[in-house]
Structure formats: structure tokens, C-alpha cells
């Protein structure tokens, strides 16, 4: 059974640091990419960081590249992200979704023949 953990949110002053965790159930993550994602309220989700099966490929959105590091311990089976300088924003959940296709992972397109599965969630509050 496939299942996603993410933990590792809280509440953090601007220019602080958080780091996520996603332990991934049911499939190895040297087979697929997968995805961090965060959604703020009344707002679309948007695709933060993905890391490539191999663990070379990795992506960042514009708006976090030089502060976000994704990172994964396959023997623990968990992806990480590492977020610093954290800026003033609205508070978001963040998301990480598994298994994704390396070329489309934050389309959020499955590899053939799978589907995708998102975790519960980790709330992240940048706040003084």
C-alpha cells in the first residue's frame, strides 16, 4: 500500500529555516521522481521542487531556487526539503506526491500505468 508521511512544518520567523521530511511507503524512490508541492488558501497548488529518480534531476521553482535544497536517503525512503531564508508569505500546506514522471513531475503526471499519491499535508507559517 502506497502511502505518503510528510512532516517537519511548524512556525518559523522570516529568515528562518524549516526542513520537511516525506517518508514514502509502498515503492521505492530510486524508481520514480517525486514532488513537493504547497497550496495556499484560495490559491491554485504550486509545484515547488521534484527530484528525478536517479537523484541527479532535480527542479526548483523561481521563487525558491538558491533557498530550497530537496534532497533523499533511500535507505530511510524519504525525501527531504531543506528550506532557507524563509520569507514572509501566507501560510501554506506543503505536499509531496509520488510517483511522478522525472520529464513531468511537477505536472504532476504519473509514470505510465501509475497513479499519483499526495500525503496529508505539513503546514508551514512564516510569520514575526
Known amino acids: 500500500q502506497v502511502r505518503l508521511v510528510e512532516s517537519g512544518g511548524g512556525l518559523v520567523q522570516p529568515g528562518g529555516s524549516l526542513r520537511l521530511s516525506c517518508e514514502v511507503h509502498?515503492?521505492?524512490?530510486?524508481?520514480?521522481?517525486i514532488g513537493w508541492f504547497r497550496q495556499v488558501a484560495g490559491k491554485e497548488r504550486e509545484g515547488v521542487s521534484c527530484?528525478?529518480?536517479?537523484?541527479?534531476?532535480?527542479y526548483y521553482a523561481d521563487s525558491v531556487k538558491g533557498r530550497f535544497t530537496i534532497s533523499r536517503d533511500k535507505d530511510k525512503n524519504t525525501v527531504y526539503l531543506q528550506m532557507n531564508s524563509l520569507k514572509f508569505e501566507a501560510p501554506a500546506i506543503y505536499y509531496c506526491?509520488?510517483?511522478?514522471?522525472?520529464?513531468?513531475?511537477?505536472?504532476?503526471?504519473?509514470?505510465?500505468?501509475?497513479?499519483?499519491?499526495w500525503g496529508q499535508g505539513t503546514p508551514v507559517t512564516v510569520s514575526s
Open positions: 506526491a509520488a510517483p511522478l514522471s522525472t520529464s513531468a513531475c511537477v505536472a504532476v503526471v504519473p509514470p505510465s500505468g501509475h497513479q499519483v499519491f
Open positions: 509502498g515503492f521505492r524512490l530510486d524508481l520514480y521522481a
Open positions: 527530484i528525478g529518480a536517479s537523484g541527479g534531476a532535480t
